[in-house]
């Protein structure tokens, strides 16, 4: 489906841009978008506390994306509290 901000002609580019693209091509941009926010708001949260490590930055970036249930459970790092849990 074409978004309403993209011309047709251009549209047709973009889909014979993604044909012509080998599969691990699309998979790779695949990745790349989906990091680019991630980076986007660890940029932010470094932005707004210049002094918070860089470890603090990963896990309240994570926490925008995950709920809190599995950042306690995969990183021991309950996002209410902002802190660590045993």
Partial sequence: MRPADT????????IE??????PGEKLRQVFDYSWMPFQMTQ???RAENPKMSEREVFLRAASRRLDAQT??????WDPATERHVP
Wanted: hydrophobic share 50%; net charge positive.
């Fill in 71 to 76: 950042m306690i459970t995969v990183y021991g």
């Fill in 17 to 22: 841009l993604q044909r012509q693209m080998a």
């Fill in 7 to 14: 011309g047709p002609e251009v549209w047709k580019v973009f």
């Fill in 43 to 45: 940029g932010a949260l």
